[in-house]
């Protein structure tokens, strides 16, 4: 079964930061929109931010805008989500999805496959 690793989550304070990664070495993160979307105790998982394959379009949940930068190096087949000034609504365990298409869309449907999850805890 193909899966993403995801690293880099852990428990900072509020107002810190963090980068979280998303890798595989079973196939080429080339032609795949890369998501990653987040899971809170008692809530639904929701979409964080996603980026396009072709042109690294982004694409951001509001909650996240202007703290969160999402980026990917083709060379490291890695795809990064900076999280700063982190706030303690922001823990959840945090996972990486990819998905075919073209459109960096935050439907989690539209993902083929998906990461085990990383754990990030914000304290206040």
């Known amino acids: 079964e193909v899966q993403l690793v995801e690293s880099g989550g852990g428990l900072v304070q509020a107002g810190g930061s963090l980068r979280l990664s998303c890798a595989t070495s079973?196939?080429?993160?080339?032609?795949?929109?890369i998501g990653w979307f987040r899971q809170a105790p008692g809530k639904e998982r929701e979409g964080v931010s996603c980026?396009?394959?072709?042109?690294?379009?982004?694409n951001y949940a509001d909650s996240v805008k202007g703290r969160f930068t999402v980026s990917r190096d083709n060379a490291k087949n890695t795809v990064y989500l900076q999280m700063n000034n982190l706030k303690p609504e922001d823990t959840a365990v945090y996972y990486c999805?990819?998905?075919?298409?073209?459109?960096?869309?935050?439907?989690?449907?539209?993902?083929?496959?998906w990461g085990q999850g990383t754990q990030v805890t914000v304290s206040s």
């Open positions: 079973e196939f080429s993160f080339d032609d795949y929109v």
């Open positions: 980026i396009s394959s072709l042109r690294g379009v982004e």
């Open positions: 999805a990819a998905d075919r298409g073209k459109i960096a869309t935050m439907n989690e449907a539209l993902y083929e496959y």
